[in-house]
């Protein structure tokens, strides 16, 4: 297996805070690998880290597909193949369900599968109730269906998921893990941001613990959990 | 976790934490320059001089509302006209002596704030801005037209001596006093509760409203202000020419304080100071050097907000050297 | 006479919808305020008389052409100016946005006034043009008539590409959250780069389209943006429809004000636009609420 | 040497009289140079210090006072705008230096604006409406006259005059309410069409620039100089940017000094050539004032052998100038009105030109325009109330 | 037992569209009440009317025996309810600090005031505030600045700021971990015990739920489809089927 992503001592800053100082992350291909950690350590500057989304890399190395993704454009970094849904969702307010779907580059997805606005529907039923429906005015929950259903139609090699469970009722958080596994078993690979990392328990390979800017620690999910050590020193509120 | 720290304790973290301090050391040695200025040039650096103190003022009263505020308004120069023709009206009008016309000038201002305000603070952003521009607009108008009772477009004139026929440089002390007193007293309505709800209405309307703020009123609050000190600019301005003319309540003096504001600083008190500066400064030697002074004034323009995208504030505060440029 | 007036007032209201058109679609898609819209108006005129005296003054296809190729012209200074000056402050408040804006005004005019001086210059009507159709005893003047053919379609034009095209999708995308759109692969400075593009092109047929049949001189500017302003207010700014709406309702009420109001002719469409905005309550949206 | 006799110019260089003042700051730069050619002023250099009031009148107020008090400026001039010129009059008032306006012409400067220092060496915008009313009353089959003036001080004057005198001259006159579009309105349509609505066999248009011609351009499609004629400020810089759009017929212009029309002496000719040499044009009315009225100053100061502001201003209404404007123009003490000629005529392509003159001229001195002393005096009287 | 608020027949247009369909609800005083549903449910909508913050409202909302159907969100923030938001919302370009004293300093009304003795009256309390939400090491950053989580915790520390008598929570815990949400829902739990304050959330965190909330209603569609304790909620096989899915 050769790694989809493979990040090393990586710093990045919003403007001259620094924000990220050692991040080192390998993710193989089809592997999903979960970060976890309390508020404000860096999970979701990570991901931003990957596709230059308001945060300036300053040091380290992101290697994407056998290529440096230095000096790249947020869009180029995308075309390459990486999804991404952001923690704060930002669907397109004014346009609707449909048009928010409409956005992404539609991409040749090679031997993956080919998302398109029909699967995803298929994936989110309420979404399509709500295709004519604004997206601003859509709750919270339907927010985060769109921006995860959004994120697919770009046909990523890897995604990146901003704690892609947040305001989803159980059931749908239920679903969306469902199909974290489905496309798993297609060959994405992917990185998911979570809090409750029971819920994605099941289909996380491998979870990497971040603590202030930096991976602090790495394993398997069986690993994790045998070592409560690692949950208490770094997951605690201090 | 902590220990409940001692009073003196939380109030010394406290002001750390909230400052937007004056820098004695920046502010007593410009003060003093100024005046040194003054005393020490001729007649049209003295005026100049004056210009700027007065444009501070004005600019300043602006930056209260877009920087604090969150307000952008398209027409401040209503009040700094009103306040202009609030006084020179009450001088050939209504006849009163100087010392009561120069206090109406800023009220009829701060009225004229209170009237439009109120219109105004019913919208946001940029419909805010526009209905600002249309009131400012109306407000010139009746100033051009209404010729039994403005003069209409070619102003009041010659009613009395310019400067309340002080010298120049004495002319020139005074305002820099008052404006420096006006200056302290935006500075101490930004820092008290106040201006911290005021502020907190521009951030988030929403959020304000569900803590318990009337958002409008206090941004009605902020409006009048603003156009109080607007209007005491207007009337320094028409007391040094003596004069009074539609054009100060245009759309022109509206640009040039929304540059000044801009180019000084957003989020800065010393924006509007600093804007000020530079570009009256700028407005009063481009021209006198070069004939197409408009190109060259745009290029230099258009230099400083490449260079200096959050302002010369920003700028200053990026090099270190102003505690006042902070945030 | 009220029939004449009113029609006065639609032609008016065409032009006023050309100027405003990219302006509205500039600030609806970058949230720029763009004063320099008028200027590249006045550009469009300028660059449409010299083109008008190389072409063939007089017809009605070099009038057009010319009009079109100047068109062209302001489009790539616009391109020019997003390129060099506003791209570099995205980032930055959008005030600044507006005064990079403003200090292109200023080199506008200067540089118009050095080439073409301060006087006002004439661009012949071609001669097709210059007539009337003459019911009874009204005349309705030919020009604006085929100005407002021209709006139409323009209108119609833009409302297709923006509300039913893919482009129009993106460009909306762009202006809800830019750097959202580019993570989804977009090549978002593409867009803006062609929006401003599209929106000096606009700018400029209507300064084209409109010389024969006022003023030229480099004053045009100001005048300009501050009616154009006015419609997309009116309107709400970024809202296509609203902008023709805006602009007809400008033009007939303007109009319309001559015949009742007769001393009101400056303040008019001020308090028009301060009325609409009053009227319009501040929207408060379910979404913003939660 | 002697120091230099220095003219402070604080003229409208840019906004909205741009093309005017550059007219006047052109022919101005003609002049010195012939000064200076001659000798100068009292066999003093002249010197020209040049100063951008922008057409507002605090920015005009305050060059005003810079050339005066630093640049010790002789005399103040240049001024186009009417509120400028009154801004910049009470400075001179007020710091007693002379100063005198060739473009800028509200009366209001002669009456309760009036300060010792100043003159008007041109007509005044009332004396101009005067003139037109004048020639307006000669048309006998003229019996329905509409009017409409740009929305500000000019315009209003314009038509207040123009309308006064008319009625006195013409009492069978039928005048309609004058309409007012804003100032720079370029839409002129729906003042077109109620204008015509009222039949009229005239339109008298106190406007200028953008809106005048706009006028006569939109109006065409009315069929407006068919159905009936207009009379406006017809300039030489309005007729040139006019043109092949000027109508062939129908349209009476009021001029101050077109140089086709002015009585061709050697002086004359030779400042056309010398203009056209140096500019590549033909010199405007802005111009050929600007220039007179520096004249006029230079022939003052030689006559009270001075440039002391109190002996120039003595010795303005002492003296009897021959200028290209023709000879014995004079000002009058009382409230510093020069009585320079006015001229109407009607708009006509000549082969001569490339662009239309005016044809059918009629002079009016001065004299025969000016508001008596008393008059002026009774107006002041009232403005002080 | 009298309830502090009871909403009747309360009904929500969006356009054609009826996000509240008839929601009538009682809340007894000093209860800890959870409101859960389906995504789209109307549970931030129904919390909105509940705020004042949405216009059109029809039925008839009552808090402490006073009718407030049309009241505005800031005079129903003085008679004592205070909210979250569930993306969250807080004055970006202060500073946290900044954040709990404007909330502290709007809360006691006196926001008109120029004496900056306010601050120094109110310090104690805003401090603790901070301390609370665990936010004293941020005190001096942007808000801008912060991430997501500790936004979340911002916002606890502003609507407890007025001491409301009934406190709306739109999801306060999204983006926290486990544990966070645990200790900041039971800090609140204890808070309001304490001082006989009412406490209404939405919540998609059941384990939350079963642990604070002393009764639950579930909404669906609009409309309220059950009420009941934590207990009963989780064996309601509709709820089960609708809400909770299978892995429950
Ligand atoms: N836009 C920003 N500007 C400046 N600093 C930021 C910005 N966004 C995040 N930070 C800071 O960077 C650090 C890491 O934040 P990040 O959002 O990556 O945390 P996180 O691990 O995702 O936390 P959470 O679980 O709360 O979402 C935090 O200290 C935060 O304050
Ligand atoms: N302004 C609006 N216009 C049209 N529909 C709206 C509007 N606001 C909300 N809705 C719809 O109303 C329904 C209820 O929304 P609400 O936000 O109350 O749901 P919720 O129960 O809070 O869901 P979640 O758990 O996802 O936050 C949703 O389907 C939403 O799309
Ligand atoms: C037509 C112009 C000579 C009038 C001039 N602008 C004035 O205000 O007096
Ligand atoms: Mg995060
Ligand atoms: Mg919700």
Not at chain 2, 175 to 199: E, H, M, N, Y
Not at chain 4, 145 to 160: K, L, N, P, Q
Not at chain 5, 166 to 175: N, R, S
Request: proline residues 4%.
């Amino acid at each position: 297996m050769t790694a989809m992503l493979s990040i090393s001592n990586l710093h990045a800053s919003y403007g001259k805070a620094e924000a990220l100082h050692g991040i080192d992350l390998t993710v193989e291909t089809g592997e999903v690998v979960c970060l976890i950690g309390r508020n404000g350590v860096g999970k979701s500057s990570t991901m931003k880290s990957i596709v230059r989304d308001q945060i300036t890399v300053t040091g380290g190395e992101v290697v994407f597909d056998g290529a440096s993704l230095a000096g790249l454009r947020p869009y180029e970094v995308v075309r390459r193949g990486v999804g991404y849904v952001p923690e704060d969702r930002r669907v397109f307010a004014s346009l609707s369900v449909l048009e928010n779907l409409r956005v992404p580059r539609p991409v040749s997805a090679g031997d993956r599968r080919n998302w398109n606005v029909e699967q995803v529907f298929e994936l989110f039923p309420q979404l399509y109730d709500y295709r004519h429906r604004k997206a601003g005015v859509m709750s919270g929950g339907e927010q985060q269906m769109l921006s995860i259903a959004r994120s697919l139609i770009t046909c990523p090699k890897l995604l990146l998921l901003d704690e892609p469970h947040e305001g989803l009722a159980p059931k749908i958080a239920e679903e969306v893990v469902t199909a974290i596994a489905a496309l798993k078993r297609e060959g994405v690979s992917m990185v998911i941001s979570e809090q409750a990392l029971n819920t994605i328990r099941r289909c996380a390979d491998r979870v990497y613990v971040v603590d202030r800017g930096m991976t602090v620690w790495n394993g398997t999910v069986d690993g994790f959990y045998a070592d409560p050590e690692i949950a208490r020193k770094y997951l605690m509120v201090s | 976790m902590n220990a409940p720290a001692h009073p003196t304790e939380l109030s010394r973290r406290w002001s750390s934490l909230s400052g937007i301090d004056i820098n004695w050391k920046l502010v007593i040695p410009a003060l003093i320059l100024a005046e040194v200025i003054n005393r020490t040039t001729g007649a049209s650096t003295t005026t100049l001089l004056t210009e700027i103190i007065i444009f501070a003022l004005f600019a300043s009263s602006l930056n209260l509302l877009m920087s604090f505020g969150h307000m952008v308004s398209f027409g401040h120069s209503a009040y700094f006209g009103l306040g202009a023709y609030g006084f020179t009206l009450a001088v050939t009008k209504a006849g009163l002596p100087l010392e009561a016309a120069v206090l109406l000038g800023p009220l009829v201002a701060a009225l004229g704030g209170l009237l439009f305000g109120a219109l105004c603070v019913r919208l946001t952003e940029i419909y805010f801005a526009m209905l600002t521009l249309a009131c400012a607009q109306i407000t010139y108008t009746v100033l051009f037209q209404w010729y039994d009772f403005t003069g209409g477009d070619t102003g009041i004139t010659g009613f009395m001596a310019p400067r309340f026929g002080l010298s120049g440089q004495n002319f020139a002390s005074l305002t820099l006093a008052v404006v420096t007193l006006s200056l302290f007293a935006l500075w101490w309505i930004v820092r008290s509760p106040l201006g911290l709800s005021i502020r907190a209405a521009g951030q988030d309307r929403f959020r304000a409203e569900a803590l318990g703020l009337t958002v409008r009123r206090v941004q009605l609050t902020a409006f009048v202000i603003a156009a109080f000190f607007a209007g005491i600019a207007g009337m320094l301005y028409a007391v040094l020419h003596g004069s009074a003319f539609p054009d100060y309540a245009g759309l022109g003096l509206t640009l040039d304080s929304l540059i000044m504001v801009v180019l000084g600083g957003l989020n800065s008190f010393a924006g509007g100071i600093w804007g000020a500066i530079i570009y009256k400064l700028l407005g009063a030697f481009v021209p006198s050097l070069v004939h197409e002074w408009e190109l060259v004034l745009g290029l230099i323009l258009l230099v400083i907000v490449l260079t200096a995208p959050k302002g010369f504030a920003g700028l200053i505060a990026r090099l270190g050297l102003d505690r006042k440029g902070g945030r | 006479m009220v029939l004449i007036q009113f029609v006065n007032g639609l032609m008016e209201g065409m032009t006023l919808f050309l100027i405003a058109s990219g302006l509205t679609l500039i600030f609806g898609v970058s949230r720029i305020i763009n004063f320099a819209h008028g200027s590249l108006y006045m550009l469009g005129a300028f660059l449409t008389y010299e083109l008008v005296q190389i072409l063939a003054p007089g017809t009605l296809w070099g009038f057009f052409a010319s009009v079109i190729v100047g068109a062209a012209i302001v489009s790539l200074i616009g391109v020019l100016f997003e390129v060099t000056a506003l791209r570099r402050i995205y980032g930055a408040d959008g005030l600044m946005q507006l005064i990079v804006t403003i200090a292109l005004v200023l080199i506008v005019r200067d540089v118009v006034r050095m080439i073409w001086g301060p006087n006002s210059i004439t661009v012949p009507m071609p001669d097709a043009l210059a007539g009337a159709i003459v019911i009874g005893e009204n005349y309705f003047p030919l020009f604006p008539i085929v100005v407002f053919a021209a709006g139409l379609v323009i209108v119609l034009a833009m409302i297709w590409v923006i509300y039913f095209t893919r482009a129009g999708i993106l460009l909306r995308a762009g202006t809800d959250d830019r750097g959202m759109a580019a993570l989804l692969g977009i090549n978002e400075r593409m867009i803006f780069t062609a929006v401003f593009a599209a929106g000096a092109f606009l700018a400029g047929l209507a300064g084209g389209l409109s010389a024969p049949y006022g003023e030229v001189n480099h004053l045009l500017d100001t005048t300009v943006i501050v009616s154009a302003f006015i419609v997309c207010v009116i309107g709400g700014l970024g809202n296509l429809y609203g902008a023709l709406a805006g602009a007809l309702v400008v033009g007939i009420t303007k109009a319309m004000g001559v015949m009742y109001f007769p001393r009101l002719s400056m303040v008019l469409i001020f308090l028009i636009m301060a009325a609409v905005l009053i009227g319009r309550s501040l929207g408060r949206q379910g979404g913003s609420a939660r | 040497a002697d120091a230099p006799v220095k003219i402070g110019f604080a003229g409208d260089l840019t906004g909205a009289c741009a093309a005017l003042t550059e007219d006047e700051l052109n022919a101005v730069k003609i002049g010195v140079d012939e000064l200076n050619a001659k000798g100068g002023i009292l066999g003093r250099k002249v010197e020209l210090v040049i100063r951008d009031s922008q057409t507002k009148p605090d920015e005009g107020a305050k060059v005003a006072r810079e050339l005066i008090v630093d640049e010790k400026i002789d005399v103040l001039t240049g001024v186009c705008s009417s509120a400028v010129m009154l801004a910049e009059s009470a400075v001179s008032g007020e710091l007693k230096v002379p100063f005198y306006a060739t473009i800028g012409s509200t009366q209001r400067a002669n009456i309760e604006l009036y300060q010792p220092y100043f003159w008007q060496a041109q007509a005044n915008a009332t004396m101009e409406a005067y003139a037109a009313a004048e020639y307006v009353a000669k048309k006998a089959e003229w019996k329905t006259i509409a009017t409409m003036g740009s929305d500000y001080e000019w315009g209003h004057t314009s038509v207040a005059a123009f309308s006064e005198r008319l009625k006195k001259l013409r009492p069978d006159v039928t005048i309609i309410d004058p309409i007012f579009p804003k100032v720079g309105e370029t839409a002129m349509a729906p003042y077109i069409t109620t204008a015509l609505n009222t039949k009229p066999d005239a339109v008298f248009a106190a406007l200028f620039g953008g809106s005048l011609g706009s006028l006569i351009k939109q109006g065409q499609g009315f069929g407006f100089f068919q159905r009936t004629n207009l009379v406006t400020l017809m300039t030489v810089d309005t007729l040139q940017s006019m043109g092949s759009a000027m109508p062939a017929s129908n349209v009476y212009g009021i001029a101050r000094a077109p140089f086709f029309a002015l009585e061709q002496t050697p002086e004359v000719k030779a400042f056309i050539e010398k203009y056209r040499a140096a500019y590549k044009e033909y010199p405007t009315d802005w111009s050929i004032n600007g220039y007179d009225g520096l004249m006029f100053y230079a022939a003052a100061a030689e006559h009270a052998k001075s440039v002391a502001p109190d002996a120039i201003i003595k010795a303005i209404s002492e003296i009897s100038y021959d200028g290209l404007r023709g000879k014995g123009l004079k000002v009058r003490a009382f409230d510093g009105q020069m009585n320079a000629p006015s001229y109407v005529g009607k708009a006509t392509k000549v082969p001569e030109y490339d662009f239309p003159i005016l044809t059918e001229i009629e002079k009016f001195p001065g004299e025969a325009l000016m508001v008596s002393e008393d008059a002026i005096a009774a107006a002041r009287k009232a403005a002080k109330k | 037992m009298d309830p502090i608020l009871s909403a009747r027949n309360i009904r929500k247009r969006y356009g054609a569209f009826l996000a509240l369909k008839d929601v009538t609800f009682d809340l007894p005083r000093g209860e800890r009440h959870a409101l859960i549903g389906p995504n789209g449910a109307g549970k931030s909508t129904f919390i909105a009317c509940v705020a004042g913050q949405l216009p059109g409202v029809e039925g008839k909302m009552i808090f402490r025996g006073e009718d407030i159907t049309a009241l505005t969100p800031a005079s129903l923030a003085k008679k004592g309810i205070g909210r979250t938001f569930q993306i969250s919302r807080a004055f970006l370009q202060m500073t946290v600090m900044e954040n709990i004293m404007a909330a502290v300093v709007i809360a006691s009304g006196r926001w008109t005031s120029l004496s900056r003795g306010l601050y120094r009256d109110n310090l104690e309390k805003a401090f603790g505030l901070l301390e609370t939400v665990k936010l004293d090491d941020r005190a001096a950053a942007r808000v801008a600045d912060l991430s997501l989580g500790d936004r979340k915790r911002l916002e606890f520390g502003m609507a407890l700021a007025g001491d409301p008598e009934l406190l709306l929570l739109d999801e306060p815990t999204a983006g926290m971990s486990i544990k966070e949400r645990h200790y900041l829902m039971e800090m609140v739990a204890t808070r309001m015990e304490e001082t006989g304050k009412t406490l209404l959330f939405v919540e998609h965190d059941i384990d939350v739920v079963m642990k604070i909330a002393q009764r639950v209603t579930v909404m669906a569609r609009g409309a309220v489809l059950v009420v009941g304790t934590p207990a009963e909620i989780a064996a309601n096989e509709e709820v089960q089927a609708i809400y909770l899915g299978g892995h429950h």
